[in-house]
C-alpha cells in the first residue's frame, strides 16, 4: 500500500470514527433527557427490578459497543458496502423535528410502563381490525399507536437509535454484509430479495441504496408502516411493498433467492416463530439464503445476560423473555435450513441458513 492509500485509508477511518461519534452522542443525549424526564425510563437499577443473571459486566458492554464500529469500518474497507452517510447538515432539519417528537411522547411511554399498560392501542383500532393477530393488537415497548399510526411509524427510527446510543443502523448493517457476501459475483438484476417484517423500509432502503437493481420487496402487518415504506422505497418503482403477514405470506413457493428478517422474531410469541420459519423456507428458493437478524441471546457475550433480562421489565417486550433461549437452531434445522455462519454486533446476532438445494435439511 503506497503513502497516498495509507493516507486515503486513513482519513476514511477519522471521517468514520467522527461521525459515528458524533451520532451516537446525539441519541445518547435524546435517552439522558428522556430519563431525566421521568422517574423509571430505562433504568437497571429500577429498585423493582431483580435480576437473576449476576451483575452486569460494564466493561463487556463497551467492548461489545466497540467492537461494533471496528467491524462495521472493517465491512466498507472490504468492499461489502459503502461508509454510512448518515451524518449530513441536510439531514439536521429532520432530526431535530423528531427528537422533539421523542421527547415529547417519553411522557406518555412512561405512563403506560408505570401502569403496565400495553393494550391501550385495542381500544382505537379502526373497523376490520380483526385481520390483525391477538399477539400484534398492543403496544410493543409501551409506544404511542402500537404500530397503527402513522406517528409511530415517524417515530420508530428515532426511538430505537437513542435506546441503543445510535447503534441501531450500525447493528443492521451487519446484515448487509451478508447480502453483499451472497451477491458477490452476480447480477443484482436477477436476484431476488425479500425483506420480512420490512417496518417502515429504513433496512430495505440501505439496501437498495447498495444495489439499486435488486428485484426487492418488503412484507409488513402494519398498515402504517407499509405506507411509509412504500413512501420511502418510491425511487425504486421495482420494489414491491406487502400489507401482510409473515406466517402467511402471499409469495409463491420458492420465489426469493434472499430473504431476511430483521428484529422480528423476538416480537413473536414462541408458537408463532416456527409458522413464519416455515414460511420462510417454502418461500425461498432451494438454494437460497436466510438472513436472521435478531436479539443476542444468554450467553452470547459474557456478563451482559442480565442486561437482556431488563429488557421485558423497562419496556413492553411480552414475548422477549422466551426469545432470550429459543432455540433457534433447533428450530430452523427442524424446518430444513442449513446453518452457514453467526456474527455478534454489539446487541444484535445474525445468522444466516441455507435452503438446501436437495431439498435435505441434512
Not at 385495542?122 to 399510526?149: C, D, I, K, T, V
Not at 420494489?239 to 402471499?250: K, L, Q, S, W, Y
Request: proline share 6%; charged share 25%.
Amino acid at each position: 500500500m503506497g503513502l497516498f492509500d495509507r493516507a486515503s485509508l486513513a482519513a476514511g477511518r477519522a471521517r468514520y470514527a467522527a461521525a459515528q461519534g458524533l451520532r451516537s452522542a446525539w441519541y445518547g443525549a435524546q435517552m439522558r433527557a428522556a430519563k431525566s424526564r421521568t422517574t423509571g425510563f430505562y433504568r437497571p437499577d429500577d429498585p423493582d427490578f431483580t435480576p437473576t443473571r449476576g451483575k452486569p459486566d460494564m466493561g463487556q458492554l463497551r467492548k461489545a459497543y466497540f467492537d461494533l464500529f471496528i467491524q462495521d469500518r472493517r465491512n466498507v474497507e472490504a468492499g461489502l458496502y459503502p461508509a454510512p452517510r448518515d451524518v449530513r447538515l441536510a439531514q439536521l432539519p429532520h432530526a431535530l423535528k423528531s427528537a422533539r417528537a421523542f421527547q415529547a411522547d417519553v411522557e406518555e411511554v412512561e405512563r403506560r410502563r408505570q401502569a403496565r399498560d400495553a393494550t391501550e392501542v385495542q381500544a382505537e383500532l379502526p373497523e376490520g381490525s380483526n385481520r390483525y393477530p391477538e399477539y400484534y393488537r398492543q403496544n410493543f415497548h409501551y409506544q404511542s399507536g402500537g404500530w397503527f399510526s402513522d406517528e409511530s411509524a415517524e417515530l420508530y427510527d428515532t426511538q430505537v437509535e437513542a435506546l441503543f446510543t445510535g447503534t441501531a443502523d450500525a447493528m443492521r448493517r451487519a446484515a448487509l454484509a451478508e447480502i453483499a457476501r451472497e451477491l458477490k459475483g452476480r447480477d443484482q438484476r436477477g436476484v431476488s430479495l425479500l425483506d420480512v417484517a420490512c417496518g417502515n423500509g429504513r433496512f430495505l432502503e440501505a439496501v437498495m441504496g447498495v444495489w439499486p437493481r435488486l428485484k426487492a420487496a418488503g412484507l409488513d402487518l402494519s398498515p402504517n408502516y407499509t405506507e411509509a415504506a412504500c413512501k420511502r422505497l418510491s425511487p425504486w418503482p421495482q420494489v414491491e411493498v406487502f400489507h401482510e403477514a409473515a406466517e402467511a405470506m402471499p409469495l409463491p413457493e420458492a420465489s426469493r433467492d434472499i430473504i431476511v428478517s430483521i428484529f422480528l422474531f423476538h416480537e413473536l410469541p414462541p408458537g408463532v416463530r416456527g409458522g413464519v420459519l416455515a414460511e420462510v423456507f417454502r418461500v425461498l428458493k432451494p438454494g437460497g439464503l436466510f438472513i436472521l437478524a435478531d436479539s443476542v441471546q444468554f450467553g452470547d457475550h459474557d456478563g451482559i445476560d442480565s442486561v437482556l433480562e431488563y429488557f421485558p421489565h423497562g419496556f413492553h417486550e411480552p414475548y422477549y423473555n422466551s426469545y432470550l433461549s429459543w432455540d433457534v437452531t433447533g428450530a430452523a434445522v427442524a424446518q430444513g435450513f442449513r446453518k452457514e455462519r453467526e456474527a455478534l454486533a454489539f446487541l444484535t446476532k445474525v445468522t444466516t441458513w441455507r435452503r438446501p438445494s436437495d431439498g435435505s435439511g441434512l
